[in-house]
């Protein structure tokens, strides 16, 4: 069974740009939630995919969007990058939604932004 | 809202001492609760989980109990070794809409041999 994969593992952006993150859920699952895991916090809600639809949303503003495409693979998609938004971006795939499953994480994607 | 509050850390104990990592948790409705670890540069990986009221959740000799009544699922092991430093994450999750998951800000745990 092939679990959650993320790339990249790290990048770095200027402020202003837009960076696309990307994971595949683990086999079986259908579907992914992304997290913001800022230096010593917890991870942070962004939103969540589920049949190719945002499912549910964070305290984020608009300028983090994603995709989820047919095989339940996903994008994480941040525009006008702003230094706050340095973090580790974590993926987690699940089962199905609307229930209490377990959440399988990924490695996640360091991202700098300067 | 619902909210999981965490026992500060770092947390340094020495090997084979006995661990506690205190959680409470404030939700609506009727949250399952979760323990997460996350090791040096890695994601976060499932330790345990509890979905209902006196439910104990266990693996690798952590447990940990699902206390309604004092909103609490406190993390406990007999006996930590070396292997067991990392960040612990309690978490709980309610069945509104999205199945997601709320954090609390993480222990950092040293075992020192």
């Known amino acids: 069974e092939t679990g959650v994969t993320q790339s990249p593992t790290h990048l770095i952006k200027t402020r202003g740009q837009q960076v696309t993150l990307r994971c595949s859920s683990q086999?079986?699952?259908?579907?992914v939630s992304w997290y913001q895991q800022a230096l010593g916090q917890g991870p942070q809600f962004i939103f969540q995919y589920y049949r190719e639809e945002e499912n549910g949303r964070g305290n984020f503003p608009p300028r983090f969007s994603g995709l989820q495409f047919p095989n339940y693979s996903s994008e994480l998609n941040v525009n006008a990058l702003e230094l706050d938004d340095s973090a580790l971006y974590l993926c987690?795939?699940?089962?199905?939604?609307?229930?209490?499953?377990?959440?399988?994480f990924g490695p996640g994607t360091r991202l700098t932004v300067t | 809202g619902n909210s999981v509050t965490q026992m500060e850390g770092p947390v340094t104990l020495s090997e084979e001492a006995f661990l506690t990592i205190n959680c409470t948790y404030t939700?609506?409705?009727?949250?399952?609760l979760f323990w997460y670890v996350q090791y040096p540069g890695e994601g976060l990986q499932l330790l345990l989980k509890a979905t209902k009221a006196d439910d104990k959740g266990s693996n690798k000799g952590f447990e940990a109990t699902y206390r309604k009544e004092t909103t609490s699922f406190h993390l406990e092991k007999g006996s930590v070794q070396v292997s067991d430093s990392a960040v612990y994450f309690c978490?709980?999750?309610?069945?509104?809409?999205?199945?997601?998951?709320?954090f609390g800000q993480g222990t950092r745990l040293t075992i020192n041999p």
């Open positions: 939700a609506t409705g009727y949250p399952s």
């Open positions: 086999s079986g699952h259908n579907t």
């Open positions: 987690a795939s699940s089962r199905i939604a609307g229930g209490p499953l377990e959440q399988y």
């Open positions: 978490a709980l999750s309610v069945s509104q809409g999205a199945q997601k998951l709320v």
